[in-house]
């Protein structure tokens, strides 16, 4: 291998070790709690961090956007693992239990925008994600849903009720496969 290659290879190593360096230090210090062990790697966008609790050994991937809302807060339990280009929004308290894993470009947003003012962001309900819940690539978890412990949802499913715990959901809207 040429010295070109070990370049071009390295780069996510790289900004794993960056992102590592700034974990222990910046961001362990701007948000609500940030959990020993945990990294973000090369975030999008982060707002209201004093809003967000990072558990222990949590990892957030490139291209993650983190927001907490005035009034919603967010919190990550730990051993989760978070994929890359994943939205994770809170107007109203969204929490995501221990060792769950989210797949590539999920969407969990307790928000939406006002009919009658688009440019508003509204509340529709909390967000609740058990523990030990798979969430596949390109799934959306929309408000007012409660996700129970070991449930499955499907890529690319839109959840839009409750799931219950161990249950494996797909499709829009997210329907019960077992």
Not at 5 to 26: D, G, M, N
Not at 28 to 36: L, N, R
Not at 143 to 165: L, N, Q, Y
Request: aromatic share 4%; net charge neutral.
């Amino acid at each position: 291998m040429n010295i070109a290659q070990k370049i071009i290879e390295s780069v996510p190593s790289v900004r794993w070790h960056i992102s590592a360096v700034l974990s222990k230090t910046l961001y362990a210090k701007g948000f609500k709690e940030f959990g020993h062990g945990s990294t973000i790697v090369s975030p999008l966008k982060m707002r209201g961090v004093d809003s967000i609790c990072i558990g222990e050994n949590v990892t957030i991937y490139e291209g993650s956007w983190l927001q907490a809302e005035s009034g919603g807060t967010l919190s990550i339990g730990s051993g989760t693992y978070i994929g890359h280009r994943t939205h994770l929004h809170a107007v109203k308290p969204v929490s995501i239990g221990e060792k769950c894993v989210i797949a590539d470009n999920v969407m969990i947003n307790s928000g939406e925008h006002s009919r009658e003012d688009l440019s508003h962001i509204v509340s529709r309900g909390e967000i609740r994600v058990g523990n030990q819940v798979f969430i596949g690539q390109n799934a959306v978890v929309l408000a007012g849903v409660t996700i129970g412990d070991g449930a499955i949802i499907g890529a690319g499913a839109v959840v839009t009720k409750d799931v219950p715990a161990g249950a494996v959901v797909a499709g829009v809207p997210a329907k019960p496969l077992n």
